[in-house]
C-alpha cells in the first residue's frame, strides 16, 4: 500500500511538473524541445477573419525547432495582457500550461545588426564571433502574414542582419540605432518639455488606426504607457517604404486596420489620440508600466481635451478665439497640438495622421503639419514653408517619402457640432501655466512659431548675427527680437554687451521703441506739458511724439513718470494706440480683464493679433511689469 501511495504522488508530481513547465520545454503538441527558448510569434490564426467575439478563442502560431505550433493565449475579466506583449516577427521566451500561453516575454539576443563575417558554423556580429548551428529568416512586412523559413550557413552573408538566440541565428530586420532631432525629458512638466516630448516620434512613427491603443481591452497599450521613444515603432518604421498603407482595401485581411473591432497592430504605429496620450504620459510620468493600462490617457480623440480639463490640468472651451503654443484641440475623430502661431496667423501642429505617402498611400504618421486660416489651399504661409523646412532638413527619411501638409483651418480649428458633441466633448484644452498644469519657464507661451522651432532644434540658420550682448544668446525666445530691434536702431541694448532682457521695461523705454520702431519722427511742437521729462533726456522727442500721437497722456497733466516700470496692460495699449487704436473682432477671452478697462480693447487686439497669448490659466496679469524682451517681442511680432 505504502509502494502504491509512493508510486502515485511521484507520478502526481512529475504531471504538475509537466503542467507548469515553460513553454520552451513543452510545445504544444506534447513533444518536448532540448533548452529551446526562441519562439518566433507569427500572428492569429486566421487574421482578419476572425471576429472579435472569439478573442478568448483566438489560436496564435509560434515557430519553433523547425516546425510551426499553435497555443491560446491566458486571458482574464477580458482583458488581454499577455496578447498584447505579442508583436509578429519577434522572439520571446513563453511560460504555458497545457497549451495555454500563460506569459510571454520578448526573448534576449545574444547580438543583433550586421553580419561582418561569416563560416560554415559561426557568424560574426558587432566585432564578437558567434557559434551557429541553426539558420533561419523571419519575414514580418506584411500585416497576417509573418513567416519563418529555414536557410543554411550560405545565407549568413556580409551586410545582412542577424538576431543570435543561443546557437541560432535568425536573419530579420535590424532597425538602424536613431536619436530623436528632439526629444523631452520624463516628468518634466514645462510647456517646453512637452513641445519637445511631442516632437521625439516626428518623422519615424507611421500610422496605425488603434496603434497604442489595445482595442482588446479598450485601453492604452504597452506602447502608450513607455518612456522613451518605443522601439516598436521605430522598427515599423524604418521597414516599411513609400507603398506602406494602413489600410489596404484590396486585401482586407492582411491590413494594417482593425478588424472586426480588434487591432494585432496596435504595437506597429500610433494613431492621433495614442500619440498625445503618449506624449502627455511622457510628461507626467517617469517611469514605464505595464501594471495598468488604464493609467495611461489613450481614449477616443473627441474626448481628450475636456478630459484633461477635468483632471485639474488646464481649461477646456469650445469657444475658440485664438490658439496657444501646447493647445491640445479634439474634434470629431481627430485630437491634435499646438506648437506655435506665426506671425501671419497660420499655425504649426503636430499630429499623427495617415497622410498619403509620394507612391499614393496612406499612413504619414506623426508629423509637423500647418493651419493657414487665410486659405484652405494656400501654402505661402509662414506655417507651411518651417513645416516644410524642418521636416525637410531633419527628418530626411521621412521626406523622401511624404510631403509636408497643409490641413483645412474650417475642418480642423472648429469644434464638432451635433448632439453627440455640443457642449459635451468637441473643443480646445489650453494648459494651466502653473503648478497645476506645466509652468513656463522658457516663456514659450510669448514665443511665435519660428521662434520656438528655432529654439527646440537649436536652429541657429535662420537666426540673425549676435549683437554682442552676453545675455542675449540662440534658443532664446527674445533672440531674433533683440537682434532685430538693434539692427533697426529701435535699441543698443543698456550697455555695449548687455540687453538686461529680463529687467523691468520703463514707460519711457516702451514709448522710445515705438518711437524708434515709426522711423524716429520729429514731433510737430517742442512745448513739453511734463516737469519730469527733460528737454535733453534721451526719451524726450518720443514722449513728445507719443502725446502727439494719442498714444499717452501720462500719468497726470505735468508729469510722465518716465521711470516707472510699464505695466503689460500700458504696454499693449501704446502698442494698440500706436498701430490705430483698430477694433478688434471680439472681446477679450482672459478672466482678468475688466470690459470696461482702459486697456481692454487694447488686450483683445493684441490677442487677436497673435502679439501676446496672456500668462496662460486664461490669466493676462495687466498689472505686472513688462520686461525689456517682451516688449521687444511684442513690437518684433507687429513688424
Known sequence: MKKRLCSLLLVLTMLSTLLVAPASALEADGSTSAGNKTYVYLGVKDYGTVEADSKPDFVHRFYTNGKEVQYTI?????????QNKLQEGYVYDLSTQGSVVTDANLAAAKAEGKIESATASSVTVGG??????NVYEITNNTAGKATVTAKTAADLTAGAT?????????????????????????????????????????GTALYVYGGSWDWQDVNSSNQALTIGLPQSWIDFFQQQDANYTYMNDDDPAHSYYPHNS??????????CSAY?????????????TTNDLSDGYVMSAVKMAKTFAEKGWGTW???????????????????WTVLGVCDDGSIVFLHSTPSDSKAGQGGGGVQLSALNPNSDDDKNCEAYKLVTKYMTKYYPEWSDRYDAVLRSYISYATPATGTEYKETWSGNFSWNLDSSGLTDPDGYADMSAAEILADLFGDAETQPSQKGFNDVKPGDYFYDAVNWAVEKGITTGTSATTFSPNASCTRAQIVTFLWRASGSPEPKTASNPFTDVAANAYYCKAVLWAVENGITTGTSATTFSPNAPCTRAQGVTFLWRA????????AASFTDVASDAYYAPAVAWAAEQNVTGGVGNGLFSPDTTCTRAQNVSMLYRLR
Open 74 to 82: 491566458a486571458s482574464s475579466d477580458n482583458k488581454y495582457a499577455v
Open 128 to 133: 564578437k564571433t558567434y557559434d551557429i548551428a
Open 162 to 202: 542577424v538576431k543570435v538566440y543561443g546557437d541560432t541565428a535568425f536573419l530579420t530586420f535590424v532597425a538602424e540605432d536613431y536619436t530623436a532631432p528632439v526629444s523631452g525629458t520624463p516628468g518634466k512638466r514645462t510647456l517646453k518639455n512637452y513641445l519637445q516630448t511631442a516632437m521625439n516620434p516626428v
Open 262 to 271: 480588434w487591432n494585432q497592430y496596435y504595437y506597429a504605429g500610433v494613431d
Open 276 to 288: 498625445i496620450g503618449w506624449t502627455v504620459y511622457n510628461v507626467m510620468h517617469t517611469e514605464s
Open 317 to 335: 472651451t469650445r469657444d475658440i478665439k485664438s490658439f496657444k503654443p501646447g493647445d491640445i484641440f479634439s474634434m470629431s475623430g481627430h485630437v
Open 579 to 586: 498701430n490705430g487704436s483698430k477694433a478688434a473682432s471680439a
